[in-house]
């Protein structure tokens, strides 16, 4: 079965910058849109990016502007630059691969841990 893992997640200080990154086990090519999701403690997992496979983007309204999506697709990779993180960023930030505009796909990372200290 095909997997996503992630990796890239730490520990930052508020207005530093991650890059978080998405492999897959097999090619991401048939996905239209892969994404990144992600649960703060004590919350629901939210939306943050997806991209589809013509390249169009689309953001949680909170990190327009300072993160940007991409996607690698020959090496199976996803992506997730942030920058001028904020506390409210921490959260596990989850890989997604198969979504909709409207809702994620069956295919889930692990999970990599992003802490913004403040």
């Known amino acids: 079965q095909m997997q996503l893992v992630e990796s890239g997640g730490g520990l930052v200080q508020a207005g530093g910058s991650l890059r978080l990154s998405c492999v897959a086990s097999?090619?991401?090519?048939?996905?239209?849109?892969m994404a990144w999701y992600r649960r703060a403690p004590g919350n629901e997992r939210e939306f943050v990016a997806r991209?589809?496979?013509?390249?169009?983007?689309g953001y949680k309204d909170s990190v327009k502007g300072r993160f940007t999506i991409s996607r690698d697709n020959a090496k199976r990779s996803l992506y997730l630059q942030m920058n001028n993180l904020k506390p409210e960023g921490t959260a596990v930030y989850y890989c997604?691969?198969?979504?909709?505009?409207?809702?994620?796909?069956?295919?889930w990372g692990q999970g990599t841990l992003v802490t913004v200290s403040s």
């Open positions: 991209i589809s496979s013509g390249g169009y983007t």
């Open positions: 097999e090619s991401i090519r048939s996905f239209n849109n």
């Open positions: 997604n691969g198969g979504g909709t505009d409207a809702a994620p796909g069956g295919l």
